[in-house]
């Protein structure tokens, strides 16, 4: 039990060190259109947040290395209703389709330890309160005012750039980087465009260039801090088993936190009643509730991507009724979740129990690939 928390204790300490040596880089594309920031909040979630909230799809294989392990596939409305609708992928359409993106359904099959089938399982979640996905629109509101003047003085000073450098070639160059932005609701920054071209601009053109990175910077930040609540429900068909004999009523609540460094922080708070068999007889039907609270820490990172997550947490069970012999009411136990990120996509997730009172220790393998609603040309 002590060497387990030593251990925990030293890799939270490491976060801070590793942390301050890692490298952040800056947005590749400032742009102001609601899809771009779409694409930029995706890459700043958790692979915990999109465990919880899938942006899309999510095929998933849980418990490689146990005695019950399942092939899971969940999918939001949206993604479902946009293989019929393309068009709901623009971003115009995709930010009315509000319900469809925060309710995903769930289904999946659970095999026993030598592969067979034991049984098909089916649910959903619900994100009841999911404000960043209501802020998605927001910066790219707030921020397209800004630009309209800018926008007007880049065209007004196409002429004039044209009658300076007398190049046809390197005015249509210039033109074109400049339609290209505009028609995508970009902000040109001062070092994509020519000296020339520059000298023709006020002093005031730089000033918005540093306005508009300190307040989408802002914006984001803000973002990353708003809550996920979410209601979900899971259940199984057995053989010779009754509807809703087994399930899980699962609420869970994630949190972004401010850090000094500017790592990611979450907090994960996850509560659940179940209903189920007992693990020796069918006869005993045990209902169970269990609650969780724990720190997402984002270990490594590049850019505003994750690579590496560590989450420690303390969870608490309670056995409501089916208690079986010599089994003790309440159980204590101290988890550590790992999540490596191998692909852009793909995360491997390990979950570590530790039950504190008996010293029994579980591990439990995941892996977990997440499909993209909006793809990043």
Same mark, same amino acid.
């Given at each position: 039990?002590?060497?387990?928390?030593?251990?925990?204790?030293?890799?939270? @300490?490491?976060?801070? /060190?590793?942390?301050?040596?890692?490298?952040?880089?800056? /947005?590749?594309?400032?742009?102001?259109?609601?899809?771009?920031?779409?694409?930029?909040?995706?890459?700043?979630?958790?692979? *915990?947040?999109?465990?919880?909230?899938?942006?899309?799809?999510?095929?998933?294989?849980?418990?490689?290395?146990?005695?019950?392990?399942?092939?899971?596939? #969940?999918?939001?409305?949206?993604?479902?209703?946009?293989?019929?609708?393309?068009?709901?992928?623009?971003?115009?359409?995709?930010?009315? %389709?509000?319900? @469809?993106?925060?309710?995903?359904?769930?289904?999946?099959?659970?095999?026993?330890?030598?592969?067979? +089938?034991?049984?098909?399982?089916?649910?959903?979640?619900?994100?009841?309160?999911?404000?960043?996905?209501? @802020?998605?629109?927001?910066?790219?509101?707030?921020?397209?005012?800004? +630009?309209?003047?800018? *926008?007007?003085?880049?065209?007004?000073?196409?002429?004039?750039?044209?009658?300076?450098?007398?190049?046809?070639?390197?005015?249509? =160059?210039?033109?074109?980087?400049?339609?290209?932005?505009?028609?995508?609701? %970009?902000?040109?920054?001062?070092?994509?465009?020519?000296?020339?071209?520059?000298?023709?601009?006020?002093?005031?053109?730089?000033?918005?260039?540093? =306005? +508009? %990175?300190?307040? +989408? *910077?802002?914006?984001?930040?803000?973002?990353?801090?708003?809550?996920?609540?979410?209601?979900?429900?899971?259940?199984?068909? $057995?053989?010779?088993?009754?509807?809703? !004999?087994?399930?899980?009523?699962?609420?869970?609540?994630?949190?972004?936190?401010?850090?000094?460094?500017?790592?990611?922080?979450?907090?994960?708070?996850?509560?659940?009643?179940?209903?189920?068999?007992?693990?020796?007889?069918?006869?005993?039907? $045990? #209902? %169970?509730?269990?609650?969780?609270?724990?720190?997402?820490?984002?270990?490594?990172?590049?850019? *505003?991507?994750?690579?590496?997550?560590?989450?420690?947490?303390?969870?608490?069970?309670?056995?409501?009724?089916?208690?079986?012999?010599?089994?003790?009411?309440?159980?204590?136990?101290?988890?550590? !979740?790992?999540?490596?990120?191998?692909?852009?996509?793909?995360?491997?997730?390990?979950?570590?129990?530790? !039950?504190?009172?008996?010293?029994?220790?579980?591990?439990?393998?995941?892996?977990?690939?997440?499909?993209?609603?909006?793809?990043?040309?």
């Amino acid at each position: 039990m002590k060497t387990l928390f030593y251990k925990l204790l030293i890799l939270v @300490s490491l976060h801070n /060190l590793i942390m301050t040596s890692a490298q952040e880089t800056q /947005l590749n594309t400032r742009a102001i259109s609601s899809d771009e920031v779409y694409k930029s909040m995706q890459e700043m979630k958790s692979g *915990n947040w999109k465990d919880v909230m899938t942006d899309f799809m999510q095929a998933a294989v849980k418990d490689l290395t146990g005695d019950k392990k399942s092939f899971q596939y #969940k999918a939001s409305i949206f993604s479902i209703k946009s293989k019929a609708d393309s068009t709901l992928l623009t971003d115009y359409n995709y930010t009315k %389709e509000t319900f @469809s993106r925060n309710f995903q359904v769930a289904i999946g099959l659970n095999l026993d330890n030598d592969y067979k +089938f034991t049984g098909f399982e089916y649910g959903f979640d619900w994100a009841i309160i999911n404000k960043r996905d209501l @802020s998605v629109a927001k910066p790219a509101q707030s921020l397209q005012k800004m +630009f309209q003047d800018s *926008n007007l003085l880049l065209i007004e000073k196409l002429q004039l750039y044209k009658e300076k450098i007398n190049d046809s070639k390197e005015f249509l =160059r210039v033109k074109k980087i400049i339609d290209d932005a505009l028609d995508k609701g %970009e902000y040109i920054p001062r070092e994509n465009l020519p000296e020339e071209f520059l000298s023709l601009l006020p002093d005031s053109y730089n000033d918005t260039s540093v =306005r +508009f %990175e300190k307040e +989408f *910077n802002e914006e984001i930040e803000k973002i990353k801090m708003r809550p996920l609540l979410t209601l979900g429900f899971r259940s199984n068909f $057995r053989k010779d088993a009754k509807f809703l !004999d087994e399930f899980n009523a699962d609420l869970v609540y994630l949190q972004g936190l401010k850090s000094k460094n500017n790592s990611k922080l979450e907090i994960d708070f996850r509560n659940r009643f179940s209903a189920k068999d007992s693990i020796t007889t069918s006869i005993i039907k $045990r #209902k %169970e509730f269990s609650s969780q609270l724990g720190l997402n820490i984002s270990v490594l990172k590049k850019g *505003n991507k994750s690579l590496i997550e560590f989450k420690p947490n303390f969870e608490f069970k309670r056995v409501i009724s089916g208690l079986m012999d010599e089994e003790k009411n309440n159980q204590f136990l101290a988890n550590a !979740d790992l999540r490596l990120r191998v692909l852009k996509n793909l995360w491997i997730p390990l979950a570590l129990k530790y !039950d504190i009172e008996n010293n029994n220790l579980f591990g439990f393998l995941n892996v977990s690939f997440n499909f993209e609603a909006i793809k990043n040309d």
